[in-house]
């Protein structure tokens, strides 16, 4: 089977079992899933939705949170990792938004990428669950490793792993595999030891039970 078809095949048995894969970070907006999002490097999604009702609450959008005292942002956000840097990036963020771009996201990889916290990978996230937009695909720890075992990639670096999937994907699958792919890293295919046996792609992984 060529690489093209395999990728496809694999993209369309996760749709087929979750054809709406959504974020498991809390948000009932753009202005709060990019903060979540920006949150959620190098820290648990349940940690971060539980500190971002009181951070929501306290900051309701932009204007607000260009406004705030980034020491005080860090004390309500202060479970997740790297929290001193995170609200100093929040607050900078905020301010750019509001002043480069009238207090709204913009709807670009291009542009997201300039704001403060906002690389590549969280550029994808916000886009493809705020707007549905699909510039790339999402690529985290769940889904390097997943792609990996899977033989859509031999690279490491994210950058690089990315470029493989889009090229072996039609971009019709890039925002249902970019969710369904997480979700599968983080429950099934888990990094010490994946669920090979109950694991809905193992007719056609090459890694299925050598783990
Ligand atoms: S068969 Fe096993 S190694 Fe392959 S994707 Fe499924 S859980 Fe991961």
Redesign the pocket.
């Known amino acids: 089977m060529f690489m093209t078809q395999k990728a496809e095949k694999i993209a369309k048995i996760l749709q087929e079992n979750n054809p709406y894969p959504k974020t498991e970070l809390d948000h009932k907006n753009d202005y709060e899933l990019s903060v979540a999002v920006m949150l959620s490097a190098q820290t648990t999604d349940k940690k971060v939705n539980q500190v971002t009702p009181k951070l929501f609450k306290k900051y309701e959008d932009w204007e607000n949170l260009a406004n705030a005292n980034p020491t005080e942002v860090g004390e309500i956000i202060r479970q997740v990792n790297f929290y001193k840097g995170k609200a100093e990036r929040l607050v900078k963020a905020a301010q750019m938004v509001v002043s480069g771009f009238d207090s709204k996201l913009p709807r670009s990889m291009d542009e997201l990428t300039k704001i403060p916290g906002i690389a590549r990978k969280s550029a994808n996230v916000i886009m493809q669950e705020a707007w549905g937009i699909a510039e790339g695909i999402v690529v985290d720890t769940h889904v390097s490793r997943?792609s990996q075992?899977?033989g859509l990639t031999r690279e490491k670096d994210p950058k690089k792993i990315e470029k493989d999937l889009m090229e072996v994907l039609p971009k019709n699958y890039w925002r249902n595999f970019s969710g369904n792919a997480v979700l599968?890293g983080r429950y099934?295919?888990?990094a010490r030891k994946?669920?090979?046996d109950e694991?809905?792609?193992?007719k056609v992984?090459?890694?299925?039970?050598?783990?």
């Open positions: 997943v075992r899977l599968h099934t295919c888990i994946p669920k090979c694991c809905t792609l193992n992984c090459p890694s299925v039970f050598k783990v």
